[in-house]
């Protein structure tokens, strides 16, 4: 029977496309499924010109559809979401506070989607299966419930999945956990209609939203972010931050939703202070200030590149140099003089001989005065070929080995953690130095995050594990890093800095004369 009737159906439509316009078409489509496979349904939706005007009425008003369908009216929040995903837009991206009605303005969009397209393929992800199924997917299950009959007789509710029952692999709402063991979930999502929904975004990794891009490259495949700005970092963070141009974003405020109470308003303030991380998430819907284990907080970052310091010519002049190791990477040179980074300048595909060229030329564009005091390059691998080349140009070429061990050795795993932990975060909480506005830099800078070893060593995420979790290579920070290395080897210098750096420090340095 159900063969016949999918041939029957197949049939029809091939037909009804000399006959009728693509949106009638779509609408007799759903109207014949449901005869053909003897839904019981009423007269009214079962009727074509009726279920066309359905479509007609409610296919790009959402809003009227939660309305008349649900017997609610959406917040304005909820109603401009949905009317942005009616209208085309296909990247959203939405930030806010605990209990504004999150979980019900997707349910409504991902029903009302799957009822006035066809094909279709909805696809609901969160970062764990409790934040799935036992909140999100709940809660759409739930307003399945408060559907008119006639609505309701068109699906087929599982504990994974909403199905339209004469066409459950053409129209569908599926559920898919969000794991870094797994990116793949997300893939393979093809249809003529496509929405994917991520509810908590904050928490799905970078490597699945990398995945799926595949799937969302359709004209008419659309990508709404949801949750609590739980972290300052990550592709959620990003898309209200460096991406933001490319994505229609909003923020919900507790305090101005109708839904929050303004006793539990007045409990956060009470219980974590209008200046804590927990108030910025729970009731103001923004990023937190820091994430627990990053490195550099963006607002570190955010305050450098904003602040308005002049260029000083007098100030001591100290490049970095990070040499590319993949081909995906960059060699980063940093132009640092003393408080202020002027430049970052990155290069790409470049030999080593030809980046020695470069350097060897930017450093001779410039007057005796104010050409670096130092060039400090990472001498692991590649970066000693580099090295060696530019101290036989008779450049002030310094290597510094970074895997190698820290100057304060009961803190930190290696050098690398010294500096960026130590060195560069200390550089920017000073709140006296300027970076160049740059997204890319910014990214690269807040990316990193720390954690401890086993004899309680601090250590800093390797660019391996960064790579995994969807982000670049920070070489860019790392050119700035090894700048700020500079610092620690005039502490060799005299008798003050000889208690402070010990002899793993004169290990990682090479070209340097120490008295």
């Known amino acids: 029977m159900i063969s016949t009737a999918r ?25 014949l499924i449901a005869l053909v496979l003897g839904l019981t349904v009423s007269l009214a939706m079962t009727d074509a010109n009726h279920f066309v005007e359905f479509l007609r009425r409610y ?4 809003v009227l559809f939660v309305k008349e369908v649900f017997g609610v009216t959406p917040d304005p929040w909820q109603g401009e979401m949905m009317q942005a995903v009616a209208s ?59 559907m008119p009959e ?57 490597a699945v939203f990398i995945a799926s891009s595949g799937s969302m490259s359709g004209k008419s495949a659309t990508t709404l972010l949801l949750g609590n700005p739980t972290r300052g970092s990550g592709y959620f963070f990003d ?11 909003r923020t919900v405020d507790c305090e101005e939703s109708p839904r929050v109470s ?21 009731v103001k819907g923004e990023f937190p200030v820091s994430d627990d284990d990053t490195v550099i907080p963006w607002h570190l970052v955010n305050g450098a590149m904003d602040r308005k310091i002049p260029d000083r010519e007098d100030g001591e002049a100290v490049w970095g140099l990070d040499v590319s190791r ?22 790409q595909k470049l030999d080593l001989m030809q980046l020695c060229g470069v350097v060897k030329a930017e450093y001779d564009a410039l007057p005796p005065s104010r050409q670096p005091q130092s060039i400090i390059i990472d001498s692991v691998a590649l970066g000693s070929g580099v090295l060696d080349r530019l101290q036989e140009l008779n450049l ?50 807040v990316a990193p995050r720390y954690s401890y070893t086993s004899n309680g060593k601090l250590k800093i995420e390797s660019k391996s594990d960064l790579k995994r979790r969807g982000h670049k290579s920070p070489d860019m920070a790392d050119a700035i890093v090894l700048s700020l290395a500079y610092e620690n080897t005039v502490m060799m210098h005299g008798s003050a800095a000889s208690n402070r750096w010990k002899k793993p420090i004169r290990r990682n340095l090479r070209g340097l004369k120490v008295a």
């Open 150 to 206: 006639q609505l309701k007789a068109l699906l087929v509710v599982k504990s994974d999945r909403i199905e339209l029952a004469a066409a459950p692999a053409e129209a569908f709402i599926s559920c898919r956990v969000s794991r870094v063991e797994t990116p793949e979930a997300l893939q393979g999502i093809h249809s003529d209609n496509v929405l994917l929904v991520a509810d908590e975004a904050s928490g799905v990794p970078e």
């Open 88 to 146: 085309g837009v296909r990247k959203i991206s939405v930030k806010s506070g605990h209990g504004v009605g999150k979980s019900s303005a997707s349910s409504w969009m991902m029903l009302w989607y799957l009822l006035t397209r066809y094909p279709v393929k909805v696809v609901v992800t969160a970062p764990t299966s409790a934040q799935l199924y036992d909140a999100l997917f709940a809660e759409c299950r739930r307003w399945v419930n408060e």
């Open 396 to 445: 002030p070429a310094i290597g510094c080995n970074v895997s190698e061990s820290p100057s304060a050795g009961s803190t930190y795993a290696n050098l690398r953690a010294e500096l960026w932990h130590g060195k560069l975060r200390a550089f920017l909480e000073a709140r006296d130095c300027r970076l160049p506005r740059n997204d890319e830099l910014m990214a690269e800078l």
């Open 59 to 62: 296919r790009s008003d959402p």
């Open 239 to 249: 898309t209200h931050n460096k991406l933001k141009g490319d994505w229609w974003t």
């Open 7 to 31: 041939w029957y159906l197949r049939l029809t439509v091939r037909l009804a496309l000399i006959a009728v316009s693509l949106f009638a078409l779509r609408a007799l489509i759903i109207t």
């Open 262 to 282: 303004k006793e539990y308003v007045e409990e956060m303030r009470k219980r974590f202070g209008e200046d804590s991380n927990d108030w910025l998430v729970r």
């Open 326 to 347: 993949y081909g995906d990477d960059k060699s980063a040179l940093c132009k640092r003089v003393g408080r202020v980074v002027t430049e970052v300048q990155t290069w």
